[in-house]
């Protein structure tokens, strides 16, 4: 189970740009279309899988979820309307949904169920990615779509995070280290560890990877609140999403 990491006394400004300054900016009509463009197809890249399986639960078809999903995004970037978003009104995740349920609004009143992604994730959307979603809106029949969307946008923070400690790891050169230990760096003990067969495969010993498990697991949990951070208002709101959203991933 996802434990949510403790508070810490980070100064607010030395995290790393956050969700709402990423749209802040991108809304910046002195900015650079292309920079523009480019910091909002990241976040795209990050949080489409939410509002693509709440779109399948609140009954879209396949191809249409598909559509849809590239469509918001698509006219997020063109037609910047993320330059109306209140940071002082809510959470990002709040926003990001908000702003779907009005396009979809939109495409149903103005019937344009065009394909309007213009290839932005569409490589995205490969057999594998369709399957595993798939399986997932099958096998969560009894989970509402906010409550569908809210797993995976915690599930895409995790993943982030461990994007972002791969990255640290690689450049130490412990990108091995990291790949045998990353299924357990959630946790909080060591159950179902097997420090002796990785010692074996690592020929590093098992005290020192107690060690490289207690660092590791410090850094995920920093990293975690820096992904949590940049999606909140105020630095004070950081445990009571983490706390939420650690329940909405260890609900079955």
Known sequence: MVQAPKATTVDDGQFAATRWTIVRAAGDSQI???????ALSELCHIYWRPLYLY?????????????????????????????????????FRSFLLGALKHFVA??????????????????????????????????TQQWSASTLFDREWAAALLHQTLDR?????????????????????????DEGVAYDEISRRLQRSAVTLRS?????????????????????????????????????????
């Open 32 to 38: 650079a279309s292309n920079h523009a463009g480019a």
């Open 212 to 252: 490289d498990m207690g660092r590791l697991r410090t850094r995920y949990r920093a990293l975690l609140r820096e992904e949590v951070r940049g999606t909140v208002t105020e630095l004070a709101e950081v445990d009571d999403e983490l706390r939420y959203l650690c329940q909405v991933i260890a609900q079955s």
């Open 55 to 91: 779109l399948r639960r609140e009954g879209f078809g396949l191809e249409d979820a598909q559509d849809l999903t590239q469509g918001f995004f698509a006219e997020l970037i063109r037609d910047r309307s993320y330059r109306r978003a209140d940071r002082q009104k809510g959470r």
């Open 165 to 189: 400690l791969a990255q640290e790891c690689a450049l130490a050169g412990k990108s091995p280290l990291f790949e045998e230990l990353r299924a357990h760096l959630a946790g909080t003990n």
């Open 106 to 139: 939109n495409s149903r009143e103005s019937a344009q169920r065009q394909k309007r992604g213009g290839g932005l994730i569409r490589e995205l959307f490969d057999d594998r990615i369709v399957s595993e979603l798939e399986a997932q809106v099958q096998s």
